[in-house]
């Protein structure tokens, strides 16, 4: 017992925070790298991951391609509509108000979902777990369903593989130093336009690569992404808009965080990341991990 | 003076900054392996001379001619690989970035630029300093820095902005060695330079900008017999 709370529900609810938190860091995350570097904010994230769970189900449902193919191709599928939606459109808003870019994919995400209704309705088709990751194991103090243990573990590694990326490689220095200073870089000699297209790819890819692995854990439904965006939002607000390493960390904090709440207050559970956000924003404007303008 | 062709060859250079018409037709020649300077007043378009020469400004009118190539057509990520590199005013150098990183960030693009441990040779504190981020230096060491990853690049021009600004006075003498050994390696130079004293002991030949173009030419020479018209137009 801790605090009056059975341990198995205490952990039970804290696993569910876990694996809710693995799905925003991994959307916040692609969020962040869109943002730090295209200045636009993309609302059509919740979409894209959509459209990654989708990928994975049609793959399945009619060409009989199953989870471990899809887990590669759902992202390269959502990562290659994200390059063409850069070049064909986003490409001609960065010179004007940033506010186009964010009615553009929010229009987007509207019609994308409207389209995914049309066909699919809203009542949700299930995926199934890969016999792989089927089953549980006992922990001696919990059941851990091994396709949340994967989850949490597989998200893990891609974003610390993504920050490590970042962080570590040539292509990464080209990304925080375009961040900066975009026109300097392409002074320099980089194809600064490219870099661009191949980011909101990325970014994309990610969203994707989060709405295949969520596939089998929530229902693939049209809905599914403009659920999540939002929470995702609060995420990157309080980790600090354009911040790598706060989106991650922050999108497993506030998925801890509405679990726990769900043990000791569960009224709240739906609400506590935006309290957070509203606290976080009153006493560091910029966010926990951004840098003050 | 030289006989050879220009490397660098400036035309009616008109430029503008939104609907601010800042250059009203510079005329200007670069020669191979020649230190060129700027010189005028605040706010005369000598920055954004080079600015738009490097294409950062793409709003610009003329022609601009580099080694038999036409600038005035090539997107902003080309310049560069044309054989021409820019030292801004603010030096660039990016905070998220290690001085290493800062360093090979611009791409190589044409053989005949320093290597790496040459560099270090020549900038001792850099390689000392080397995992740190780039805006932890000094403000003489990021100016060492934002020349260097620039001669790592294998350039024929180096456009340099007010190297010398804020800075120390030992710091401004190593920057003149510097710009003094880039020369006797064959760099051709286009400098911006408030610091006329500076100006006039690493450059070759000056063009006086008022008003948005070009008033007067002058070889160093003829520098003591112009000391009446720079004291009217600089006020030095």
Known sequence: MIFGIPIQAFLGQLLVGLINGSFYALLSLGLAIIFGLLRVINFAHGAQYMLGAFAGYLLLAHLGIGYWPALILAPLIVGVTGIIIERLALSRLYDIDPLYGLLFTFGLALVLEGVFRYYFGVSGNPYPVPPLLAGGTNLGFMFLPIYRGWVVVASLVICIGVWLAIEKTKFGSYLRAATENPSLVQAFGVNVPLLLTLTYGLGAALAGLAGILAAPVYQVSPLMGSNLIIVVFAVVVVGGMGSILGAIVTGYMLGLAEGLTKVFYPEASNIVIFVIMAIVLLVRPAGLFGKDA | ?236
């Open chain 2, 1 to 236: 003076m030289n006989s050879a062709a220009p490397l660098l060859s400036v035309r009616g250079l008109n430029a503008w900054y939104g609907e601010s018409h800042a250059l009203h037709g510079v005329d200007l020649d670069v020669f191979p392996s020649e230190t060129v300077t700027l010189l005028g007043r605040n706010g005369v378009g000598k920055t954004t001379t080079l600015r738009a020469i490097m294409g950062l400004i793409r709003k610009r009118t003329g022609r601009i001619d580099f080694d038999g190539k036409d600038l005035m057509r090539l997107p902003l990520h080309r310049t560069a690989h044309a054989g021409i590199g820019f030292v801004p005013e603010e030096r660039g150098i990016f905070a998220t970035l290690t001085v290493d990183e800062n360093l090979i960030l611009p791409p190589v693009v044409a053989p005949g630029g320093m290597s790496v441990e040459e560099i270090f040779d020549l900038f001792p504190n850099l390689k000392e300093r080397r995992n740190s981020p780039g805006t932890k230096l000094s403000g003489g060491e990021q100016q060492m820095l934002a020349i260097a990853r620039i001669l790592r690049t294998g350039v024929k021009v180096l456009l340099l902005d007010e190297p010398t600004e804020g800075l120390a006075p030992v710091i401004v003498q190593r920057i003149g060695e510097l710009l003094a050994a880039l020369k006797k390696r064959g760099m051709t130079v286009l400098l911006v330079e408030q610091n006329f004293r500076f100006a006039s002991r690493v450059a070759d030949r000056f063009y006086l900008m008022e008003h948005g173009k070009v008033m007067a030419e002058f070889p160093v020479g003829e520098l003591n017999e112009r000391m009446t018209l720079l004291h009217d137009v600089l006020g030095v």
